[in-house]
């Protein structure tokens, strides 16, 4: 009980010199702005040399330790006074520890937690690597029995396969299976995610006013999947269009200095536009865009193209075309976005037009990978097989290829064949 | 790219039995595909199980045979035609067979360099699709007189023939098959297996259009093999190559009385050169156990040294030749036969 007494009246003491530390660094020392900075930027690097952190974050723990030792304290005291009182007193400070415990395990299970405690930021990064040598020993031993398995089955391949080769069943050739495309674990936190950045990007967009904040949220407009998120897209679509409308001057000339602002807001407008297709089948929104010919002064093969698709009568069969004629100047991170909003395009409404649009897309030299696998994918929906709704909650398609490779991908494919791995 | 390729196939594998608009679209998207720059080993096995469902239902889809030599295209042509191993393997079913008519009819020289890459590639553990070159074998006799060679079709044309063996071709008419040896002039440098071609000589040369009719480049070719002890080099296939034969018994051999047979015709046909040649190559490859003799074959050597002088030193060099890379001596029955068919010659002259 002395030593709670001892190290809470210590807490206070840090405290209060805390307090005075702080105030010095808040303290303005004059001068102008530059001198100022200055300043503020000497104190600040002082505060990371020396470990202030050290000691405001020590209080807590100081706290924490004060009050276990008095509550142990009292219980070994009322102990010898009255039992039953005493029995009262510990189960409280155990329930209390026990708390403590579970609040612990939470903040060190995820860094989202908002239970964090210097205990478990503490105990995080060991229990990581605890927890990653139990993940990479049940792995490991997978693969040992995966491996014995097709050691068995190619003993038994290569004796058949002596005998005849022509042995493929041809319903085995014409499978026509399901596809995994994602871990459903993989899948919830894309999901998960995506609902984060559409909840962030609606704050942000309708709240802060900092240009490049406002910038970031744009790009990002336009590649979340806004629907199911939980998000009223109206109010967002309007102030995505006033920003696009307020890059362009009264003769719809593009301001110098604007292009980012422009460009990104063009790009959520018409995501928004065709997720909403998406969503409500033709039910477009995009009237609400002011018509007429938006230009810029100089030369943008990215801005240029998306203006052109805006500039059109939209509604009418030719913006799809528009879209498809992708200018070989455009750079690639360009294409895989419009191949990207294809895709969804192309999942909305079956339009007559020349395949041959989608193959010369599909022929330019900076198109990148990911933009011909959605190409590709394009293709299916064309064949009568349109894409499911996880392909299109990933943007980057490349993913599902590092994903294929890191869990081996040969294996999954025999497995999709359903006959036996010949490796 | 996989996910993806496995979405696409199972597309194709539906819009086959789908609407005439959806079976419309195949032909655009194959020939979309032909531009892909990065194709996945996978691709190859998707485009080849492709052909296959392509030809079961050929007669619900427009133009198939053009199908067929696209997603052939897709899979083989952009591949090394130098390289024997792949990494994916190739489910051969009996609908592939339908392609043997379709791509040697089209007269393309690609496509059907497209088909033999498809049926001689190796995988690690599965042979290459032998019953399925045999079928090709009546194609391939006179593919020389109706398509030009390309460098690739040549190779490949190569790698088939030696695959497919002398017996794939013989029902044929061998004088066709030896019409084509003679046009694709092989060399060591171009053989993938030595001892299927040591083989392959030989029957052509036993039977009696090959003693005719083969070109003496094959016979000196021959000689090659047999003195470099070629055909004894292990190779990776052994065992899958040779059915059953381990890889020690992968040995030429010739039989003595055929052997003096061929003589004989040589001898009337006055072919010394082939004789020359055949001479090295009966006592390179006669089983030690059998012992010539100086009889007939003593006989002919003095014949052969009288018409051609030449041959006494070429003989002797290739004996050496041959004992330093199989390591052994070179016969006692040889050396007698050799200085008496000398000396004789140099007695008798011209």
């Known amino acids: 009980m002395y030593a709670s007494l001892i190290i809470s009246l210590l807490a206070a003491f840090v405290a209060m010199l805390g307090k005075q530390w702080l105030n010095r660094y808040l303290r303005n020392s004059g001068g102008s702005m530059i001198e100022r900075c200055g300043d503020r930027q000497r104190k600040f690097n002082g505060l990371k040399k020396w470990p202030l952190h050290f000691f405001v974050e020590s209080l807590p723990v100081m706290l924490q330790v004060a009050l276990l030792l008095l509550a142990c304290g009292l219980c070994q005291h009322m102990w010898s006074i009255n039992t039953p009182v005493a029995c009262t007193l510990i189960s409280l400070t155990g329930v209390g520890v026990v708390f403590y415990i579970g609040i612990v395990i939470a903040g060190m299970s995820s860094y989202a937690c908002p239970f964090q405690t210097p205990a478990s930021m503490a105990l995080r990064d060991p229990w990581k690597k605890v927890w990653r040598r139990i993940v990479s020993l049940i792995v490991r031993s997978k693969r040992v029995l995966s491996r014995t398995h097709r050691m068995w089955e190619r003993g038994v391949r290569s004796l058949l396969h002596r005998q005849s080769q022509l042995t493929i069943p041809l319903e085995v050739v014409q499978v026509d299976r399901p596809i995994r495309w994602l871990d459903p674990e993989a899948f919830a936190i894309i999901r998960r995610t995506n609902a984060d950045d559409a909840r962030c990007v609606s704050w942000i967009l309708g709240d802060i006013t900092d240009p490049e904040t406002l910038d970031a949220a744009l790009l990002l407009a336009g590649e979340i999947q806004w629907l199911g998120c939980g998000v009223d897209l109206r109010p967002i679509f309007d102030l995505i269009i006033t920003m696009f409308m307020s890059c362009f001057d009264p003769t719809r000339i593009l301001y110098p200095g604007s292009r980012d602002r422009a460009y990104y807001s063009a790009r959520a407008m018409l995501w928004i536009n065709t997720l909403m297709m998406f969503h409500n089948r033709l039910q477009r929104i995009h009237s609400f865009i002011p018509s007429g010919k938006y230009t810029t002064q100089v030369p943008d093969p990215d801005l240029e193209h998306l203006l052109g698709f805006i500039s059109l009568d939209w509604g009418c069969s030719s913006d799809i075309k528009w879209l498809l004629r992708i200018n070989p100047g455009c750079t690639p991170l360009h294409s895989q976005w419009i191949s990207n909003l294809l895709l969804h395009y192309f999942q909305t409404i079956v339009i007559k037009i020349d395949p041959g649009l989608v193959s010369r897309a599909h022929e330019i030299k900076t198109t990148p990978l990911n933009a011909k696998l959605n190409h590709l994918l394009i293709w299916c929906t064309f064949l009568g097989s349109p894409v499911e709704s996880e392909v299109l909650m990933i943007q980057n398609k490349s993913y599902a290829i590092s994903y294929v490779c890191s869990s081996g991908g040969s294996l999954l494919f025999y497995q999709w064949l359903h006959v036996p791995c010949p490796m | ?350």
């Open chain 2, 1 to 350: 790219m996989f996910h993806v390729l496995c979405k696409l196939s199972n597309a194709v594998f539906s819009a086959i039995d789908g609407t005439p608009t959806q079976k419309a679209f195949i032909p655009h998207m194959l020939r979309d595909l032909i531009k892909l720059e990065y194709r996945s080993e996978y691709l190859k096995e998707i485009v080849y199980r492709w052909c296959s469902v392509i030809y079961e239902k050929r007669e619900r889809l427009q133009d198939w045979e053009s199908l067929l030599l696209v997603c052939l295209e897709i899979g083989f042509r952009h591949l090394d035609f130098r390289t024997e191993f792949v990494k994916t393997w190739l489910p051969h079913t009996e609908h592939h067979r339908g392609l043997v008519d379709v791509v040697f009819e089209s007269q393309e020289s690609e496509s059907i360099a497209d088909l033999l890459h498809a049926w001689t590639v190796k995988h690690k553990y599965h042979r290459p699709a032998h019953e399925l070159l045999d079928s090709c074998s009546a194609h391939l006799a006179g593919l020389h007189d109706l398509v030009p060679f390309s460098p690739r079709l040549w190779r490949l044309v190569i790698r088939s023939v030696e695959l497919i063996g002398y017996k794939g071709f013989e029902g044929l008419g061998v004088e066709r098959f030896i019409g084509l040896l003679n046009h694709l002039h092989v060399t060591v440098e171009d053989m993938d297996d030595k001892y299927n071609w040591g083989k392959l000589l030989l029957d052509t040369i036993q039977s009696s259009e090959g003693t005719q009719h083969l070109s003496h480049w094959y016979w000196e070719l021959l000689v090659e093999l047999a003195a470099s002890e070629y055909p004894l080099e292990s190779t990776s296939m052994d065992l899958l190559t040779e059915q059953g034969a381990p890889p020690n018994s992968r040995r030429l051999r010739i039989d003595l009385a055929h052997s003096l047979q061929i003589i004989t015709s040589l001898t009337e046909a006055k072919e010394w050169g082939k004789l020359e040649c055949w001479m090295g190559i009966v006592w390179m490859l006669l089983p030690e156990e059998l012992d010539p003799g100086e009889g007939d074959l003593g006989h002919s050597m003095t014949l052969l040294f009288r018409q051609r002088p030449g041959a006494v030193q070429k003989l002797e060099q290739w004996m050496e030749r041959w004992s330093q890379t199989a390591g052994k001596d070179v016969p006692e029955s040889f050396k007698q036969a050799h200085k008496k068919g000398h000396e004789a010659a140099q007695r008798d002259g011209p």
